[in-house]
């Protein structure tokens, strides 16, 4: 919460109040500041990798792809991820909060561990997630990209506003 509230990243609506009885002080209602930082999605599917970095309001500011230089090389694909982030996030005066990673594959979401993964067997096996918060120095959460992309559709896509969404990934 600091961090986030340091300043230039958030702006104070002021406070709430209905704490009576409650003690410390009342909470404080904020708002981020879309420019003060960016996060970055990537798409690791196939043997091309595909990454956006958007404000924090979600509005996509670039877009990057890059074939995978080879599919069987876990080094080698942790590679290209990170120059693909890099490729997103040229302003290294605004700050990157986070990434999320879309596996092609069976990926276990709670420790970013690439079960399997057919389009990149490179990746068969390795705690992705760790591997690329110990490079990029954000928090990463990864799983599976037809999961990814289906709730991008029901929160802000196609798919924004319905009870139920089925999703075919082509």
Do not use: K, Q, W, Y
């Amino acid at each position: 919460v600091r961090e986030v509230g340091s300043p230039g990243r958030a702006v104070s609506l002021g406070e709430r109040g209905g704490r009576e009885g409650h003690g410390g002080r009342p909470p404080l209602i904020v708002s981020l500041r879309p420019e003060a930082g960016r996060v970055v999605g990537i798409d690791a599917g196939a043997s091309m990798l595909r990454a956006v970095a958007a404000d924090l309001d979600g509005r996509i500011e670039l877009r990057a792809a890059r074939p995978a230089r080879d599919p069987r090389d876990a080094d080698a694909l942790i590679a290209d991820l990170i120059a693909l982030v890099g490729d997103v996030s040229p302003d290294a005066t605004r700050r990157t909060f986070a990434v999320a990673a879309g596996v092609s594959g069976i990926v276990d979401a709670r420790t970013g561990h690439v079960l399997v993964a057919p389009d990149l067997p490179g990746l068969t096996g390795v705690v992705l997630r760790d591997e690329l918060e110990a490079r990029l120095g954000v928090g990463v959460a990864v799983d599976n990209d037809d999961l990814l992309a289906a709730v991008g559709e029901a929160t802000d896509g196609a798919a924004r506003g319905c009870r139920n969404v089925g999703f075919l990934p082509f």
